[in-house]
């Protein structure tokens, strides 16, 4: 063969395989996903114990969602402790309503799983999935079963005893549906991205029909462990200011509750440490949400995507002398809450009306054109969400029941006693199983450095709080 045919072929074959290249890149460019605007895609961004403050170190979180969507700054959970905060999100019941609360027992606790917003929505036709942490306890059922109503349950089973660790970023089991992985102690072992690149499978997956996803990550949980490769950040003042609000390390709780006045005292440098490695271990989430918004760009679905990012509960990061939850402070109860929503108007917008845990699941309903069942103790926001001028609730209730024993490193759950709050824009009463009482003017005093509760002008105040109060607490 002559060297010019050859090359012709040659030069012909290799356009020819580009063609194919460019023929395939094409054709995976155009796997778009559901595009029914009745019936939008949907996922919850969830992180676990999450500090309000700890989003200004976000910024795909701040530049993407935050920046373009609807922030809630005044959130709550209604019961500010994992498991029952997220029995609340998954029912829009209140604790003493879905039967679960405490950690433990937790998932056995649980009696509404036929009544779930997974459920809902697979009747309605969505492809459902929950990965990452579920409920805690949850080992304690079998590994076969699954709750009803999720297509795709991938969720933290148990630490993996055979590494001896005590966290879940590293050395735990999965339960993939019914059956166990094992993850290790290398970096690609590390939670967060696993959870990641297992939604972004599931959006795939997904092809053109609805979904309804839940990614659950552990950060920043105790022990607040980061990707290996975030180990390092945080640890210069260009990075990282400390959080030292009016409260942190208060110095005088002489008015503050007995448990909280005999409870050990924290140092600053401890404090400070833990905001650190919290924020290093949101990092990987941060990452997360931007490639499974890259990837919802890619399907061409982000316009008909609904997305919403919330903690299950906040945290005390040495406010009060506190690193933990449970607590009824702001630092406790208040959770970061953002929807992101192209398809909405008014947006974006920083919003000060009270939100809740348990509005989520009424929420997503009405935008996915699902009924709301009755009996709900959450409403949907999507009229807020619309109009920020509409007629709004003008106050909350807050449940906290003690466990009987600690799941965390503070030991709150089994310190602090039983309580039920009230908080209106105004003013925060909080009345205690045993009788104590606090009162906050939340305008005048916003950091509840004064406790207002046992001054004889606010005598009447309380009384009307407390009558409020009344139907709402549920002693187990």
């Not at 006045?261 to 990452?287: H, V």
């Amino acid at each position: 063969m002559r060297n010019s045919t050859r090359i012709v072929l040659i030069l012909a074959l290799l356009f020819g395989v580009a063609g194919l290249f460019s023929l395939s890149a094409c054709q995976k460019k155009a796997q778009v996903g559901n595009q029914n605007p009745d019936r939008p895609n949907i996922i919850i961004f969830m992180t676990d114990d999450q500090p309000m403050h700890t989003m200004d170190y976000m910024p795909v979180v701040q530049r993407e969602l935050i920046d373009k969507g609807i922030n809630f700054t005044q959130a709550y959970a209604t019961t500010p402790l994992c498991c029952p905060s997220r029995a609340s999100i998954i029912t829009g019941l209140f604790a003493q309503n879905t039967g679960v609360l405490t950690n433990r027992p937790g998932a056995p606790a649980f009696t509404k799983d036929e009544e779930t917003v997974a459920v809902w929505f697979k009747q309605a036709g969505y492809r459902t999935g929950w990965i990452g942490k579920y409920f805690n306890n949850i080992d304690v059922l079998t590994l076969d079963y699954i709750p009803p109503g999720w297509d795709d349950y991938q969720v933290l089973w148990e630490r993996d005893k055979s590494y001896n660790y005590f966290s879940f970023f590293y050395g735990y089991l999965l339960n993939d549906n019914g059956k166990l992985e094992s993850y290790g102690l290398d970096a690609q072992d590390y939670s967060t991205d696993v959870f990641t690149e297992k939604a972004k499978t599931f959006i795939e997956a997904s092809g053109q029909d609805p979904f309804f996803l839940v990614l659950s990550y552990y950060a920043p949980h105790y022990p607040y462990d980061s990707a290996k490769r975030h180990e390092k950040r945080f640890t210069t003042d260009e990075e990282w200011n400390p959080h030292w609000p009016p409260n942190f390390i208060e110095e005088d709780m002489s008015d503050k509750p007995v448990w909280l006045q005999e409870m050990k005292k924290i140092e600053y440098n401890y404090a400070f440490d833990s905001d650190q490695a919290m924020l290093r271990s949101l990092l990987s989430a941060d990452e997360g949400i931007e490639q499974i918004l890259k990837l919802l760009d890619n399907r061409q679905v982000r316009e008909n995507t609904i997305i919403l990012f919330i903690s299950d509960n906040g945290m005390s990061v040495g406010e009060h002398h506190i690193i933990g939850k449970d607590c009824p402070y702001e630092e406790c109860i208040q959770i970061p809450f953002v929807v992101t929503y192209p398809r909405l108007e008014n947006t974006p917008r920083a919003e000060d009306k009270f939100a809740l845990n348990i509005d989520i699941t009424p929420t997503l309903l009405e935008f996915a054109n699902i009924p709301i069942p009755d009996g709900l103790d959450g409403v949907s926001l999507v009229p807020l969400l619309q109009n920020p001028q509409v007629d709004w609730r003008e106050h909350i209730f807050i449940e906290h029941y003690r466990d009987g024993e600690a799941d965390d490193p503070s030991g709150l759950s089994a310190t602090i006693p039983t309580y039920w709050a009230i908080r209106t824009t105004q003013w925060k009463y909080v009345e205690y199983i045993h009788g104590e009482q606090e009162l906050y003017d939340m305008v005048n005093d916003h950091y509840e450095l004064e406790n207002l509760a046992y001054l004889p002008q606010y005598a009447e105040l309380i009384r009307g709080f407390s009558e409020q109060l009344q139907p709402f607490r549920f002693e187990p």
